[in-house]
């Protein structure tokens, strides 16, 4: 996810999802100080063939790494150390 400056055209990664995943529901609260992300079908291959049961972390161990089960999608909340505005 890339994230641009209107007033100065810059351009900078924000957020990179998961192996595979689709970031979607971007949502931002009217304080713009807490975001929220949901994290789409990490793990599954890229052309939609079948995974092997056996295997469930061969291409994704999100989001709870090797201690984890299947892959499987969740929805992030994204805050700033010093409570401030994202963005800024």
Known sequence: MLCADPATG???RFLVGPRQCEITGVF????ERTMFVGIQH???????SPTDPAKTKDLSSWPD?????RPRSAC?????????????
């Open 10 to 12: 810059e351009i900078r």
């Open 76 to 88: 992030i909340v994204i805050t700033k150390d010093d409570g401030g505005e994202i963005g800024s």
């Open 65 to 69: 790494g090797d201690a984890g089960g």
């Open 42 to 48: 990490p793990g599954e291959t890229p052309d939609d």
């Open 28 to 31: 931002t609260t009217p304080d």
